[in-house]
């Protein structure tokens, strides 16, 4: 599986952006899927999760602001970021984790930069 994520960008703070994670290869069934970010000199922080059955979560400062969804048909995993703060600026990453013969197996892409401007 390799994951291919788009759709970053420079915007201003109070707009938007919608990120793309495209998966390609050997389609396995997703057991849970996620976006994260990492700003220059911080670590790497989860920015919002979608599980198997559907049920979303995101951390409090990004809750109403950032929404997880997928395309399953399409294998296309976005992250509708709205109302964007300077401090939203990071790479962002997807993620997925499929299950498989009792094994967890974890997939990242590459990587995309959003700047936010103030």
């Known amino acids: 599986v390799q994951l291919q994520a788009s759709g970053g960008g420079l915007v201003q703070a109070g707009g938007s952006l919608r990120l793309s994670c495209t998966a390609s290869?050997?389609?396995?069934?997703?057991?849970?899927a996620a976006w994260y970010r990492q700003a220059p000199g911080k670590q790497r922080e989860m920015v919002a999760t979608?599980?198997?059955?559907?049920?979303?979560n995101s951390p409090d400062s990004m809750k109403g602001r950032f929404t997880i969804s997928r395309d399953k048909a399409k294998r296309i995993m976005y992250l509708q970021m709205n109302s964007l703060k300077p401090e939203d600026t990071a790479v962002y990453y997807c993620?997925?984790?499929?299950?498989?013969?009792?094994?967890?197996?974890?997939?990242w892409g590459q990587g995309t930069l959003v700047t936010v401007s103030s």
């Open positions: 979608l599980n198997s059955d559907g049920s979303t």
């Open positions: 993620f997925e984790r499929s299950r498989r013969g009792g094994v967890d197996y974890n997939y």
């Open positions: 290869g050997t389609f396995f069934s997703i057991k849970h």
